[in-house]
């Protein structure tokens, strides 16, 4: 099989995605403890669940565990993932600040939240965004203006 590479093995995904992976937990519970749970939870479903359905995907499988797993735990504790240190650049003005964008990302519905946080925070392309979400590109870019839609007016 000439010109094919080597499938990635479970170490290689973990060495290349776990302080992505990390980060993106953290932007979505808004607590170090909480993301390292969220974590350490996503590497373990996907070690579980190795290989991958789609070779070549799997930094799109792993944003998918985290973000349900994510979710599972905010509604297990029945309260909204917390957003405190979402790393968005918001300048002061108007009296907007980083702690007022952080609430107004925290009352998102999860859907809207994660697609928000892929796109905004994490910077995926709408493509990844999709793929992650499992929803069409055409639903992720409309998640992610509604999200910011939401977002504008709560900062109003």
Known sequence: MIGMTAPLT????????????FAYALRLTGDRDDADDVYQETFLAAFRGWPPPRRGRERAWLYRIATNKAIDRARRARRLVRMDDLGLAA?????????????????????????FVLRKV??????????????????????VAEAMKKVREAMR
Not at 11 to 19: A, D, F, I, Y
Not at 132 to 137: F, G, P, V
Request: charged letters at 30%.
């Open 10 to 21: 479970f170490g290689e995904l973990l060495q290349r995605h776990e302080r992505e992976i």
């Open 122 to 143: 994490q910077g995926l392309e709408y493509a990844e965004v999709a793929r992650t979400l499992d929803c069409s590109e055409d639903a992720a870019r409309s998640r």
């Open 91 to 115: 300048p002061e003005r108007d009296g907007a600040s980083l702690a007022d964008l952080a609430a107004a990302v925290r009352v998102l519905p999860p859907g809207q939240r994660a697609a």
